[in-house]
């Protein structure tokens, strides 16, 4: 165990980690009753499912596409996720009935691809860069794996096993092996998950060597298309840099700068955040941390979405961060979630546990509707009334990311070190750890996100000594903090964004945590030009939106004044019950204006009431206009 | 004649009007020795002179573009026009090379088209949408006529009679024609000159023709559509809606809206315009009324630029006037220049002249480069530094669209009625007229845009009662006016935008008019979101820009202090000459400001004398950023 592989942390698995409250539970349970079910009967309608029958065959209509395969497989893992938190032996049949129709559709080598046996046969792996071979391959092992995890069966774990054992025989760097890797990066991070559920080493061998000769040369995607054409060549010639944006430019280790496809990027840097771990890899960290801070401080919107444009799905040049025409895919924000989760695994720096959460409360869970059943694929910051969510799409990576995550959100609250529980997320529920022999529980009580009051009790059987790292979010200017009624000064205490508190802890023990909650106006980086003289409202961890149906049809008609008072109001029967901010505000409103597109006369304003609703809860009510950014007075 | 017919002008020929001034008169030579002979060299590089020789066969390279003939024919024209104001043997011998080749190249039933003649035999008229077969044709009509004027020789305007007759014989409504038209509208307008250079009446029926069968039902690019691919198929289907793309939505005269490509939208408003006038025809009238409101006063930059996105190359919705991303094509700017003249000439409104001049000394010249052979496609208003004139393009509509209308630029400056002489344009140089059996000439001196005094000296054998009506530019709110030295109140004398001064006038008779010529801060209508709170400079008819080399790399860090004072400088060594204007700002610039991207903390502002410049000469000097609309502060 090298020094970087003795800072690092454990998750506590989701399994042990029970939610109970206001704010994500009622999400947990759409998302059990109505999202899962939901996006069944769209892979079901849509013939995702019944594809794995094998019985496509050419001049039939709806020919199985090259993504469906991992459709199918995001779903399965967010039924397994929710099957271990809430069984449910409905689901369980219909997860069992489906794993069955993926298992019949093995071929005897072991290979598992819908696209590749009936559409394509005898062209496997001939087009690594666009048709998503190991892609779907990456999520079919991430099913088996939660499968395994969620129900102890191995019937799903054993097919893919067979088919990453295949893929083994296929890849790598021996004679005769294929040095390629995935135009879209996805089954390294799922290697590593198979790995550490079956100790098979071989695994995560195979995802080091899909990461380390990625970029490589000469370079296998140019050597791959000297003869043949790609899937996706006719879009890929509208991109600026096709290596650029599938991250194959350089070797991962000289990568500084975060490029292309935003949800390919976030795929691969958990991927290489977990072999950091995994190896004590210090030059894979290096190229995470420098890869971090490029994102995080140049190219993430306030609502923790990235990519700053459709055009490539991803990232365009730093501080470009346009509102209306942001991209922000739900799965890139996902991505998001999954890579800074892994960054804080190797080291307890709040920075990480910031990041995850601003995209949580903001950017990740705007991809679905209240109602569980729409969603959107992009997440823009403005939008002038014309975007809204949808049932599904064509390609419909984002709606079962979403259930797989929410379905499994109690893994990213907490987690361990050898002396030390740690919190990283304050959400309601009861939490088990196994710490020096014992089961510790933690009971955590909150309003969190509406209120910054957290109480945890501990029980525990016999009085032990160790840490209870407590996460101050970047976003709480003043905390408070008292173990067992009595106060204890944070000043000194905080290191990375955490409070440590190392004493004897007994049974019943209690920490209150009061994080100062007010509301914030937040300004942009002045390098970011869409956001000049504009301000985003923010509360604890929500960033606020307008909405045209509590305010006006046109939103850019509103400024906020500079003094005026912001206040917040929780309103129980708006939005599922959200704090809303009211504050006084200018709007543009001349009558004297006429039919004139220009004038030597400036616009008048008057007073106006604005109301601020959480970011993720647009475009629930009546269709609008939203905004993030509102005009500030300059003075 | 009917009533609106009794209304109407008739511009002076620009072979009449002599422009001798500081301003045009350097871009009149530029464009005459520079551009045009640039022009046509680029047209010999790429192969589209040579095309006429029709050696292209299958197979070979460098074929043959759809576009091609449309490129030497507008090269033509302006090659034409400055024949006939600057008279060059080297270039008459070039043009009647030109023409020789135009000629051998028609074939003996009068048709003449490079791309269905060699590129796809067989197959005339079969692709009216997209081929561009009868705008081809069109451009080569007016080249034609601009030959005939110029040089009076007929061996164009031959070619293109025969060619027109053969067209006649194919399209109309007689049994066993065509009943279609053109995807991109052209012919109509080149018709109408046709028709007015021959007396052929034919020819205006046939424009007639084209004009009433757009948009009617059965739809003819729905029939052609039937069982042929289009040439833009692919393009095609990017577009929302490919009947308001090319304005064959609906019959024109129940149009009311712009809508689709604005090139083409531009072209078929000119034509209905010269119908409206020729045929005395109300409906085409109102149409072009409805059209040109919804255009002025809900869809134009306030550079006279038109077309809000590269999308369609063309309108989006109302008020949509983003600024980075403008579209605003340099031939778009033109069309609004043609369309404006040819409304100004069915009725005296100053409100047409106010926006040509507007298109004219901003969003037009914008498009070339001052050494004039670099050109804008696009011309947007504001870039973060990577948008710059390009030597020429492979769709290359603009470059000599632009030259013939900067040689052909006295024709608007002039017109007269029965009783009046009529100044729109206030440009240096002597005109001739014929009025009631003499000639009349007026000696017109200014320093327009950069100075608003002019005076005008009339010339004329015997003395005569008429009418002299001069402009009084929306820009202008007060002006002064003074006849032989005696002032004359304008007061009450104003009629949609012109004064007109009645009386006897003798040799010698001067007028004096100061148009006071303030720097003024411009406003957008409020519901313009992307200009909300921002101001543009403008003085004069000139619109003004910031360019990083005179101020900072970043230029929305710039806000206009509300009281700040602005001052106009005449600088003769900068850009060619212009006024510009410095004044007091602030320049966001906070050195506290760390690393992250967002902050509690608002960033510093400090005090900045920023530089404008004309927007035209943006993009003339080192690269970087430019943009018209400047943050002002909000009070």
């Known amino acids: 165990m090298n020094l970087l592989q003795q800072k690092m942390l454990k ?54 596409h090259i993504f469906w395969d991992s459709d199918v497989a995001k779903w399965l893992e967010a039924a397994s996720y929710s099957l271990a938190t809430h069984p449910d032996p409905e689901l369980d049949r219909l997860v069992d009935e489906v794993i069955t129709l993926i298992a019949s ?32 391959a990456g999520h079919l092992i991430e099913a088996g794996v939660a499968h395994y995890e969620a129900t102890k069966k191995r019937t799903l ?16 760097l021996e004679e005769g092996k294929k040095r390629g890797y995935c135009g879209h990066q996805e089954i390294e991070l799922a290697l590593v998950k198979l790995y550490r559920i079956t100790g098979e080493k071989r695994y995560l061998k195979l995802s080091q060597f899909f990461i380390d000769e990625r970029g490589q040369e000469p370079h296998y995607f140019t050597q791959e298309k000297v003869d043949r054409k790609g899937f996706f060549d006719e879009f890929m010639k509208y991109l600026d840099n096709i ?18 496809h ?19 890899d210090e030059s894979l960290l290096k190229a995470c941390e420098r890869l971090w801070n490029h994102l995080h401080t140049k190219n993430m919107f306030i609502t923790g979405g990235i990519g700053s444009t459709g055009k490539n799905e991803g990232f365009t040049y730093d501080y470009d961060l346009p509102n209306e025409t942001s991209y922000a895919e739900t799965c890139a924000a996902i991505g998001l979630v999954y890579w800074n989760q892994r960054m804080l695994q190797l080291e307890c720096d709040g920075k990480y546990a910031d990041a995850m959460e601003r995209a949580l409360y903001n950017g990740v869970i705007s991809g679905v509707s209240l109602d569980g059943k729409k969603f959107f694929y992009a997440n823009p910051l403005a939008s002038i009334g014309n975007r809204h969510r949808r049932e599904w799409f064509g390609c419909a990576c984002c709606p079962p990311n979403l259930a797989r995550l929410l379905a499994s959100l ?55 000594i160790f840490g209870v790292k407590l996460r101050i979010p970047d976003w709480c200017k003043r905390a408070k903090l008292k173990v067992n009624n009595e ?132 475009d629930n009510r009546e269709p609008g206009q939203m905004r993030v950014w509102i005009q500030e007075e300059v003075k």
């Not at 539970?25 to 594809?51: F, M």
């Not at 280790?253 to 975060?258: D, F, G, T």
């Not at 935003?262 to 004590?280: I, K, N």
Request: aromatic residues 12%; hydrophobic residues 35%; proline residues 5%.
């Open 487 to 618: 106060e204890i000064e944070i000043n000194g205490k905080l290191e990375k964004g955490y409070v440590r508190i190392e004493r004897e802890w007994k049974n019943d023990d209690s920490i209150e945590l009061e994080l100062y909650m007010p509301i914030e106006r937040m300004y942009s980086h002045p390098n970011v030009r869409q956001n000049a003289n504009h301000v985003a409202i923010q509360r604890g961890p929500i960033v606020y939106c307008l909405e045209s149906i509590d305010n006006v049809d046109f939103l850019h008609k509103l400024s906020l004044t500079k003094e005026g008072n912001l206040t917040s109001i929780y309103e129980e029967s708006l939005l599922g019950g959200v704090v809303k901010i009211v504050g006084e505000a200018k709007l543009t409103d001349d009558p004297n204006w006429k039919e004139q597109l220009y004038s030597t006369d400036k616009p008048m304003n008057k007073p106006f009431q604005i109301t601020a609703i959480p970011y993720y809860a647009w």
């Open 157 to 172: 774990l054993d097919v893919i096993c067979r088919y990453a054992d295949h893929i083994d025989s296929v890849f790598g």
């Open 410 to 464: 109690g893994g990213y609250v907490y987690s361990q070190m050898t002396d030390d529980l740690v919190v990283h997320l304050y959400v309601q529920g009861e939490a088990k750890f196994d710490l020096h022999g014992q089961q510790i529980i933690f009971k955590q009580k909150t309003e969190y996100p509406w209120n910054g009051s957290i109480s945890i009790k501990i029980n525990l059987d016999k009085p032990d």
């Open 105 to 136: 559709a093995q071929q005897p080598d072991g290979y598992l691809n819908i696209y590749f046996t009936v559409v394509k046969p005898g062209e496997r792996w001939t087009d690594l860069r666009d048709a998503h071979e190991l892609y779907c």
């Open 11 to 64: 998750p506590v698995s989701f399994t042990n980690v029970g939610i109970d409250d206001a704010f994500w539970s009622p999400r947990i349970k759409v998302n059990r009753e109505q999202t899962i079910l939901h996006q069944y009967q769209q892979c079901k309608e849509t013939g995702r499912i019944d594809a794995f029958k094998l019985n496509w065959k050419p001049g039939m209509d709806n020919e199985p």
């Open 262 to 280: 935003s949800v390919r990027a976030m795929y691969m840097y958990s991927a290489m955040a977990d072999l950091a771990g995994e190896f004590g």
């Open 243 to 260: 290596k650029e944006y599938n991250q194959s430019h350089k070797p991962v280790r000289e990568q500084s700068k975060v490029v292309g």
